[in-house]
């Protein structure tokens, strides 16, 4: 099956007991048991929701693993993958990794003695510098966020096998639509559901999917013992957008192609950053893993206060934190995505203050032109 028709008919066609061809909500915290320990598949919510669970059979369908996660967010989900580690284990993690799991692993996790490296896992030599005795696991993001640097996923899997580490790949800026990274060695793939996959801008969701059944029995453990599950609303509200990610994925595809390329042409432009361009040095690397570049653009302008004006002055482009949705969204990364991050270490990684990200949406492109045109003048 293509996989424009993939997402569309996948883990469950139509309700078995009314016809319904929208899965049905089923707003329920627990379920009637014929006698104690007796029931129909279902206990209690946060165990398993038949909602949830249609929309985690659709992520597991999605990116070819075994089983499929629904949490209350990304960072629900990135959380209970890195529970699945103890008190002395050691990670590498690609080092302009999401703001927030940086936040979670040096705030939260380092309490409870998880070691963590941060290197530039776009070369596999920085993750073999950086292993010790006791690391366990490898988490990238490729392409990054925001600078969009790519990581081969095929050979940081080759290096992680013969080592017994596992490979946790964050797919969100691609989706399955583009990279399926279980394909491509990885052990676990998680996604902050509330961008791509959503897409709608109307709800906050994590996805997380494995390869191996006894991987997913320990997150499955983590997810019912730690609780950050996925209400059956919200479950139902993903599984609408996903029906349509085949159609937003290659709008947005386009017109950041068409939207990079334009401007590299501006004059106030000093740099612009997008896997798509044949001169970004991941161009090749990302093509021979994923089937489209996606809609994320970050580029530098002249200066700090001329990003700052045209954010501000922008009309139809829309100044907020989060991505993927169907409407463009803008942010200036050192003030907000990665404002978490200290400045120092954030200029080390090349995030600049003058550095814009914008996700681009699936609005006409020439709109969008000339909204960035008007706010740089
Ligand atoms: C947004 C985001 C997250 C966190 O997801 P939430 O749904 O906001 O908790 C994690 N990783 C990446 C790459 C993201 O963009």
Redesign the pocket.
């Known amino acids: 099956m293509k996989p424009d028709t993939k997402v569309l008919h996948t883990g469950f066609e139509v309700d078995i007991k009314t016809g319904a061809v929208s899965y049905p909500i089923y707003q329920t915290s627990t379920f009637k048991q014929e006698s104690p320990g007796v029931h129909k598949g279902y206990e209690y919510s946060r165990t398993g929701n038949p909602t949830r669970e249609a929309l985690e059979n659709i992520v597991a369908s999605l990116e070819e693993g075994v089983r499929g996660f629904a949490f209350s ?6 959380s209970a993958v890195l529970s699945l580690f103890s008190a002395g284990d050691h990670l590498v993690v690609s080092e302009d ?2 703001g ?2 940086y936040r979670v692993l040096s705030k939260v996790f380092s309490r409870s003695g998880l070691e963590v490296s941060y290197v530039d896992t776009s070369e596999v030599s920085n993750i073999e510098k950086a292993i010790r005795k006791n690391t366990r696991a490898v988490f990238i ?1 490729t392409p990054t ?1 925001p600078l969009l640097r790519i990581t081969d996923i095929r050979a940081v899997a080759q290096f992680c096998k013969p080592r017994n580490f596992l490979l946790v790949v ?1 797919n ?2 691609m989706t399955p639509y583009w990279q399926k990274p279980l394909t491509l060695g990885a052990d676990i793939v ?6 791509y996959l959503g897409g709608h801008s109307d709800v ?3 996805l997380a999917a494995v390869k191996d059944g006894r991987l997913a029995e320990q997150l499955h453990f983590i997810q019912n013992a730690t609780g950050g599950v996925l209400g059956p609303f919200d479950s139902w509200l993903l599984m609408r957008g996903i029906k349509t990610l085949g159609i937003r994925m290659e709008r947005h595809e386009k017109n950041a192609q068409e939207l990079a390329r334009w401007l590299k042409t501006l004059p106030q432009v000093k740099k612009v950053y997008y896997p798509g361009l044949p001169e970004h040095p991941g161009h090749d690397l990302h093509k021979s893993q994923a089937g489209g570049f996606g809609g994320m653009i970050s580029f530098e302008l002249e200066s700090e206060e001329l990003a700052e004006r045209m954010v501000r002055n922008l009309k139809l482009i829309t100044l907020a934190e ?3 949705a169907v409407e463009s969204l803008i942010s200036i990364p050192s003030l907000m ?1 990665h404002a978490s991050i200290p400045e120092e270490e954030r200029e080390r990684r090349g995030i600049k203050k003058a550095l814009v990200r914008l996700s681009v949406g699936i609005e006409n492109v020439e709109d969008l032109k000339e909204d960035i045109r008007a706010a740089i003048r």
């Open positions: 967010s990304g960072m629900a989900a990135i990794v999401y927030g799991t993001e966020n964050d969100t800026f998680v996604h902050s559901a509330t961008k906050v969701a994590g989060s991505l993927g995505t």
